[in-house]
């Protein structure tokens, strides 16, 4: 389940959003095109439908996380 945010991609924003690290974007948009199609294979691949749902809560779930890390720290 935890195999998305573990993702290269995830692990960037995480960096970026929790310790104010400035990121290049361009790297982050690779990261992100890579991600995106990771997940799209990843769920073409999948047998189990109900599992990758919950692997795609989870992610949004974590990345909501961030997000709210990212708001207390400006403010």
Do not use: P, W
């Not at 310790?19 to 095109?33: A, G, Q, S």
């Amino acid at each position: 389940m935890k195999r998305l945010i573990e993702a290269k991609f995830f692990r960037a924003l995480q960096e970026m959003l929790q310790r104010d690290v400035e990121t290049d974007i361009r790297l982050l948009e690779n990261r992100y095109n890579r991600f995106v199609k990771f997940l799209f294979s990843d769920c073409a691949a999948s047998t189990d439908k109900a599992a990758f749902h919950d692997s795609l809560v989870y992610t949004l779930v974590e990345l909501s996380g961030l997000t709210e890390v990212s708001e207390k720290k400006r403010s």
